[in-house]
């Protein structure tokens, strides 16, 4: 009986920690096969997000808005995008984030620092 409750208690342990881990991460490449090209990420928080990719020109490839309450995980196909420069800005009420995605051939990296943060005045 010690072992069951001493296993359990290490496994919600493990667990817990991933979950922090989770939340601490806003943005993570996800890579199932080597041939593809998609990038997904976590978002927290309680407000409308607009979220668009831009390519190295400043043109707008994409865009959505999200009604996040808690936590979302939106995740991108790029394997349609050439080799290049492009840029994932997430907006909310209160702050706009910029960061860099690198597509090869084969793989999608998000930039795990931010490019550019710009932090909204309070009205």
Request: no cysteine.
């Amino acid at each position: 009986m010690k072992k069951i409750l001493k296993i359990s208690l290490v496994v919600g342990v493990v667990l817990l920690a991933m979950n922090v881990y989770a939340v601490a991460v806003n943005f993570s490449l996800h890579n199932k096969f080597r041939q593809e090209k998609m990038i997904s990420f976590g978002l927290e928080d309680k407000d409308q997000i607009k979220i668009s990719i831009y390519d190295a020109d400043d043109k707008l490839i994409h865009t959505e808005s999200l009604a996040v309450d808690g936590k979302v995980v939106r995740s991108y196909d790029l394997n349609n995008f050439n080799e290049g420069v492009y840029y994932l800005v997430e907006e909310s009420k209160t702050k706009t984030t910029k960061y860099e995605v690198l597509v090869l051939n084969d793989s999608a990296t998000i930039m795990s620092d931010p490019l550019s943060e710009v932090v909204k005045p309070a009205l």
